[in-house]
């Protein structure tokens, strides 16, 4: 496919990979941060053609995977009104709550729609005047552009039975947070690329500064991928630190003006917690005070459902980047896509659920394969 | 499955277990929700040596004859898409579940489920589509039901049809029969039929239209047959794609499957479509295609049949069966790497970003 194909050559990524071979001397450990990136290395088996030492560890940038239970409590309250068509992603319709997900809602009566655009929602509360609509806004920035325009425009055109229960979270406080960690192993980022398509790279400078870790804003193809990494290894072989852009045909330094400025707009920094991770200040958005009106948290009173986040769980030491999915004894055994026990393992972004669907149910499996490639011959 | 699921000690996991009160779209996946519901509730309430099989027909005896036997439902919506409609999908459905038998088709019966409101237009145009499908598919339609319930009670139309098909042929073909050293070979592109539905259905509109690919493969299956009867396994990859239909051979067979990533044919608008989508080509529906395990000595016979067929012009080996990894399918990525296929859960939903 044009586009996709030349950034998938195998050619070029044998040329990559024995250049981060000629590079490493050191073992070093780098995280990338999106969920997106997590699902394409394992999808492509990037991970596997890396030198033994250099360690990818999975960040927290699966949107599904850091919204706490509380929040998905409060999103199936709301789903449950009889007035309510609540609208998602397709993603968080299979995400548990205390004692439910959103497909078992709608199998009970409730009104769950998948929409593939927060702007379908306003068709929607368009065609069903009687009823609210309401669309559960989860999310980093990538998608934040787009929430907002949503109720802009609800704004606009004058539309009453549009709401949004707000659950965006940030990128850059979350990564001051996983550096602040005592337990901390990552050495450099591949940083999140649709995030700074949007937001640009510039608030990441002062961190890499600030903890001395290399940053690289890297793509979601393999060999943007495979690019990142060796960016990343050639500022640590190097003992430099800085922001570097891998995906420069699509991120620029300051973002997307007009996108920032309408986010801005509408939305407005806040505290916010993250499963796995707690609670991290100005780590989220929420609607701005003049807003209120599109404000599902505040239209339901759902900000009075607390929901204590169960005991520790290793989803969230698997989200700070310090355990691997088959670290826990559960993986692939009582924990599967089929019956997560925790939300890694529901999003297909979610890092246990990319590493059960594409086959690491143990470390070995590759090798095992590469063995019996061997034998196999031409077929 | 509260009971089966002890926490392991030190992991608590924030989460509940789901245990199915009621039943979700996924059970009707093909994925693993709907094996839990046929395992748990279906086998054993109906068990015997046909079901147990799970093929998508069962092939019995009767009066000295070997008849293969098989129903399926539709319920797709839009009722009109582009490539075809629900009448031509029940028809070529069923012939082709009768034909994955290696049988010829011959009977069809038809249950209509009508919606009080429907158009009688559009009732009349399944009904013209089914007229010609089954004609160009060479059965006949001898017998059938209509029911009208309430509107809201069921969307539009239902159709449920069921076939007979006689096996002429000495062979035995099933999902459990794949061998280590046996080739795969799929018959084309894959993905066009859920990719026309959902484009149609979500108001999609891609560069390049994408047509379901709904046609009868007995012909298809025929000329393979008359190229060699060493063909083990066939299946007509439907719901859950050509990834559950080789997850189930190396299930039933107990085999490991290998494939490679750039032998499966694609087509440019259908991978564009599940690149913005979040879905997996290999998850996605397919109604006018098949893959079969066949004997290496004859695959390549087999594959020149199929190339001579219209239906399997863009036929291909995609992989192997191997003795390692029993029960499980892994592919070789493009760039080199490799990943399990496994079997979808439930529903492929599309991805936040």
Redesign the interface.
């Known amino acids: 496919?044009?586009y996709?194909d030349e950034y998938?050559?195998?050619e070029l990524?044998?040329t990559l990979r024995a250049e981060v071979r000629r590079l490493q001397t050191h073992p070093w450990v780098v995280m990338e941060v999106c969920g997106?990136q997590t699902?394409s290395i394992?999808?492509?088996?990037?991970?596997?053609?890396l030198p033994e030492g250099l360690e990818l560890v999975h960040g927290p940038g699966c949107?599904?995977c850091v919204t706490p239970?509380e929040l998905i409590d409060q999103a199936h309250f709301i789903a449950r009104q009889p007035e309510v068509i609540f609208c998602s992603?397709?993603?968080?319709?299979?995400?548990?709550g205390?004692?439910?997900?959103l497909?078992?809602l709608?199998?009970?009566g409730a009104e769950v729609r998948?929409v593939?655009s927060p702007l379908d929602c306003l068709k929607l509360a368009r065609s069903n005047p009687g009823r609210q609509v309401v669309f559960f806004a989860?999310?980093?920035e990538?998608?934040a552009p787009a929430n907002a325009m949503a109720v802009w425009r609800a704004r606009q055109d004058g539309i009453q039975n549009f709401s949004m229960l707000v659950s965006h979270v940030l990128v850059p406080p979350a990564l001051e947070a996983i550096m602040q960690s005592p337990e901390n192993r990552v050495q450099a980022f591949l940083g999140p690329g649709?995030v700074c398509a949007v937001m640009g790279y510039r608030e990441y400078e002062p961190l890499s500064e600030r903890y001395r870790v290399p940053i690289v804003i890297t793509g979601f193809e393999?060999?943007d991928l495979l690019e990142g990494i060796l960016m990343a290894v050639k500022q640590l072989e190097e003992g430099r630190a800085a922001v570097e852009n891998q995906y420069a045909r699509v991120v620029s330094r300051d973002g997307n003006a007009p996108a920032k400025e309408l986010v801005s707009r509408v939305f407005q920094v806040c505290d916010r917690k993250w499963?796995?991770i707690g609670m991290i200040p100005r780590s989220g958005y929420r609607l701005r005070q003049e807003f209120a009106a599109y404000d599902a948290e505040r239209l339901f009173a759902a900000g009075e459902i607390r929901t204590a986040?169960?005991?520790?769980?290793?989803?969230g030491e698997i989200l700070r980047g310090v355990k691997k999915p088959h670290d826990?004894?559960?993986f692939g055994v009582?924990?599967?896509?089929?019956?997560?026990?925790?939300?890694t393992m529901?999003?297909?972004?979610g890092a246990c659920a990319a590493y059960?669907?594409?086959?690491r149910?143990a470390e070995r499996?590759?090798q095992?394969?590469?063995a019996?490639?061997v034998h196999?011959g031409n077929? | 499955m509260n009971s089966k699921m002890p926490n392991p000690s030190g992991n608590v996991c924030p989460l509940p277990i789901m245990e199915h009160t009621h039943v979700v779209l996924g059970h009707g996946s093909g994925g693993k929700l709907m094996a839990e519901l046929i395992h748990e509730l279906f086998l054993p309430a109906f068990r015997n040596e046909y079901l147990e099989r799970l093929d998508d027909q069962a092939v019995v005896a009767a009066g000295g004859a070997r008849l293969a036997f098989t129903t399926d439902s539709y319920v797709v919506t839009p009722i009109f898409f582009p490539g075809g409609d629900i009448g031509r999908l029940a028809v070529n459905g069923t012939v082709n579940d009768l034909a994955m038998s290696g049988a010829r088709p011959l009977y069809l019966a038809a249950a209509f489920i009508l919606e009080e409101g429907l158009a009688m237009d559009d009732l009349r145009r399944v009904v013209e589509s089914m007229r010609a499908a089954a004609r160009e598919a060479e059965v006949l339609l001898v017998t059938g039901d209509t029911k009208v319930v309430n509107r809201g009670d069921a969307d539009q139309v239902f159709i449920t049809t069921t076939g007979i098909g006689v096996m002429e042929k000495p062979v035995e073909i099933s999902a459990g029969r794949a061998r280590p050293g046996d080739r795969v070979l799929l018959s084309g592109h894959v993905g066009d039929h859920g990719m026309a539905i959902l484009s149609k259905r979500e108001n999609l509109e891609f560069e390049g239209a994408i047509e379901s690919d709904t046609a009868p493969l007995h012909g298809l299956v025929a000329a393979m047959l008359e190229a060699s009867y060493d063909i083990h396994c066939l299946r007509d990859p439907t719901r859950g794609g050509l990834a559950i239909t080789l997850t189930e051979f190396a299930a039933a067979s107990k085999v490991g499957i290998e494939l490679i990533e750039s032998q499966i044919p694609v087509r440019e608008a259908v991978r564009g479509a599940c690149e913005i989508l979040g879905l997996d080509p290999l998850y996605v529906a397919n109604e006018g295609k098949l893959a079969a395990v066949v004997a290496p000595q004859a695959a390549q016979r087999v594959l020149d049949a199929m190339r001579a067929h219209p239906l399997g012009r863009d036929a291909c080996i995609i992989g192997e069966v191997v003795a390692e990894h029993p029960r499980m399918v892994i592919m070789k990525t493009g760039i080199g790497g490799s990943r399990i296929v496994d079997t979808l859960f439930g529903e492929q939903l599309p991805r936040i970003c």
Do not use: N, W
């Open positions: 496919m044009k996709v998938r050559s195998a990524a044998g997106g699902h394992v999808r492509h088996g990037v991970d596997q053609l949107p599904v239970l992603f397709g993603d968080m319709l299979r995400v548990p205390s004692d439910a997900d497909s078992g709608r199998s009970q998948v593939y989860v999310g980093f990538t998608t649709h393999p060999l499963r796995g986040e169960p005991a520790v769980c290793i989803s826990c004894p559960a009582q924990c599967s896509p089929q019956h997560p026990l925790g939300a529901v999003s297909a972004e059960y669907r594409y086959g149910r499996a590759p095992r394969h590469e019996h490639q196999k077929s």
